[in-house]
């Protein structure tokens, strides 16, 4: 089971660049990394994922060392509408897999004006 | 693309009745997941299928949960008798083979 390790809460202004860091010391080989963001009352919606170096779209950064014990969401001018809380998930991908995907506290993340 | 649909929204019961949710996923999507959040916390696997098999559900309190997915695509979550502690919101999920997860809105399940 791969655990993962974020900050509880983060605070940030409009405008700034965020990074959150997740450790996943025991990450397995064929294991990726995915970060969720949960609005209020919603579901988690899927925000990126990774297995190696950098990976880019148009919401978010995800940085991952060589050593993949750890990954960074990095958030690029966030506004007030990025106030979530955001999830790091490491797992497989195979199909009909059993994941074993354990979901921690998440990073809540506060945008002020 | 639609999304994942749940019914109801919001379910208000007393302890020891029973309470049944549905989940209709995504059109194609083969893996279906049911999870459990309690506020404050991230969600818990309950269940994952596999179109109508069941690939985990070593989660889900038998005892009093049970779930379904007939024919591979809706799917059917119960709780019998309920408990103080079900009060959570109930998430669906669903993913193409090698796809991520997309969930639904969630039940907002309160028992008295």
């Known amino acids: 089971l791969a655990k993962t390790t974020q900050p509880i809460s983060m605070d940030s202004y409009e405008g700034q660049e965020v990074n959150i860091t997740c450790s996943h010391n025991?990450?397995?080989?064929?294991?990726?990394i995915t970060w969720y963001q949960q609005f209020p009352s919603q579901g988690p919606r899927f925000i990126i994922q990774?297995?190696?170096?950098?990976v880019t779209n148009e919401v978010a950064s995800l940085f991952i060392p060589a050593d993949r014990k750890s990954s960074t969401l990095s958030l690029p001018r966030v506004s007030l509408s990025d106030t979530a809380v955001y999830y790091c998930?490491?797992?497989?991908?195979?199909?009909?897999?059993?994941?074993?995907?354990?979901w921690g506290l998440g990073t809540s993340l506060a945008v002020n004006p | 693309e639609a999304g994942v649909a749940q019914s109801p929204r919001y379910k208000i019961i007393e302890k020891r009745q029973s309470v049944a949710f549905w989940c209709n996923p995504i059109?194609?999507?083969?893996?279906l997941y049911w999870y459990q959040q309690i506020l404050g916390q991230g969600p818990k696997l309950l269940i994952q299928?596999?179109?109508?098999?069941?690939?985990?559900d070593s989660q889900l309190p038998k005892d009093r949960f049970s779930a379904e997915r007939l024919k591979g695509v809706d799917s059917t979550l119960k709780i019998q008798p309920a408990k103080l502690e079900d009060s959570a919101v109930y998430l669906c999920?669903?993913?193409?083979?090698?796809?991520?997860?997309?969930f639904g809105p969630g039940t907002r399940l309160t028992v008295l």
């Open positions: 999920a669903s993913s193409r083979d090698r796809g991520s997860e997309y």
């Open positions: 059109s194609g999507h083969a893996t």
């Open positions: 299928f596999q179109n109508n098999g069941v690939v985990d």
């Open positions: 025991n990450i397995a080989t064929n294991d990726y």
């Open positions: 990774g297995y190696k170096t950098k």
């Open positions: 998930l490491v797992g497989g991908r195979e199909a009909g897999n059993n994941r074993k995907l354990i």
